[in-house]
């Protein structure tokens, strides 16, 4: 028969001591639950007299751990080294043993420059090679009327030009052809127009793909010239004393032009500018460009001009009476001034690659 609880009237299951709503004692214990038992009292435990000890327990000594020695490396860098070095001594012995071997060669033997061309002679044997030397055949020589004050022009497309001046009416023009066979050399020309009143071309005949070509290895002009145009593709161009302006265009080569009283315009691809001005009374500007070289200007002289300077990677030097404004822009620089009281004229100097300098 189930019970209840005397205070809430819940359901007291079996072996329940208190009620699980209300907490009341249900009084009684169960039929089927043994009596709570006390545990049994132990032994007591013995007590060690005052002072007496007992030794804690204490683990075996153990022998120390032996240290870990790390394997030695092989070192391979000697033997490197050896096989480097014995390399360079076997270069060095081949290469020894080469020029011993031309310099053995080339004992008894005598090259000398004959009326054929080029001899070599070898243990009584001679060997010529002809076609390469010069004769008076590649000497060019020309005399051409030309009076104060007129124009002269040159076309050139590989070959030196030299320039100067004196005091006679005529044009003398002295050449070489260079390089080459006899053929080759035959085939280049130097052809001279005279069609327009009081001026003189010259220009340099050449089939493509010669080596043959024609140095102007010197050229008087009357002083008081107009130089319209040198053109040359490859070759200096060297031209001094004129009185009158100046045009060259270059476009692998050096300019120099000294003692020149007249504008002056030059422009080069690949090569340095170097130039003598003197004061004149012409009022037209000067206008030197180089696309990679240095330009160096020197005003002899009293001279007054207006200038205007420009270079991208290059540098700008003045020296004397020169003042200048300088100006840097994103990976350029420029100035602008005054020589002398300034101008008229104007001198324009411009390049890429290189600097510009001023001398006065």
């Not at 480097?84 to 012995?93: Q, R």
């Not at 620089?333 to 324009?348: E, L």
């Amino acid at each position: 028969m189930t019970d209840h609880c005397q205070q809430c009237g819940a359901e007291i299951l079996p072996g329940m001591r208190f009620c699980r709503f209300c907490g009341t004692a249900t009084g009684a214990l169960s039929l089927e639950e043994p009596e709570t038992r006390p545990f049994p009292a132990s032994t007591p435990t013995c007590r060690r007299p005052a002072g007496s000890t007992q030794s804690a327990y204490v683990p075996p000594e153990s022998s120390p751990m032996e240290a870990y020695a790390e394997p030695s490396r092989k070192r391979r860098w000697p033997w490197v080294l050896g096989c480097v070095l014995g390399c360079l001594l076997l270069a060095f012995g081949l290469i020894g043993y080469g020029l011993y071997q031309g310099a053995s060669q080339l004992k008894g033997i005598r090259i000398t420059e004959g009326a054929e061309g080029i001899e070599i002679i070898k243990d009584g044997k001679k060997i010529t090679i002809g076609g390469l030397q010069e004769t008076s055949a590649d000497v060019i020589t020309r005399t051409i009327p030309l009076a104060p004050g007129g124009t002269f022009a040159l076309f050139a497309d590989i070959g030196d030009v030299k320039i100067s001046t004196w005091d006679e009416d005529l044009i003398s023009i002295k050449a070489k052809k260079h390089l080459g066979s006899a053929d080759e050399k035959a085939q280049v020309t130097l052809e001279v127009d005279t069609s327009t009143p009081n001026t003189v071309i010259i220009r340099t005949r050449r089939p493509s793909g010669t080596r043959a070509h024609i140095d102007y290895q010197e050229i008087k002009l009357p002083r008081r010239v107009n130089i319209d145009q040198i053109s040359v593709v490859r070759g200096d161009v060297h031209i001094e004393g004129v009185e009158g302006n100046v045009s060259v265009r270059t476009v692998s080569g050096d300019v120099v032009l000294g003692h020149i009283r007249g504008p002056v315009k030059v422009q080069t691809v690949s090569g340095d500018v170097r130039t003598e001005l003197l004061e004149n009374a012409d009022e037209r500007d000067t206008t030197l460009e180089s696309v990679s070289g240095d330009i160096v200007i020197r005003f002899l002289g009293p001279f007054n001009a207006n200038v205007n300077l420009s270079t991208t990677t290059g540098d700008i030097d003045v020296s004397g009476d020169v003042h200048l404004l300088l100006k840097r822009g994103f990976g350029s620089k420029s100035a602008h001034g005054s020589i002398g009281q300034g101008g008229p004229p104007t001198i324009h100097i411009k390049t890429v690659s290189g600097d510009i300098r001023l001398i006065h």
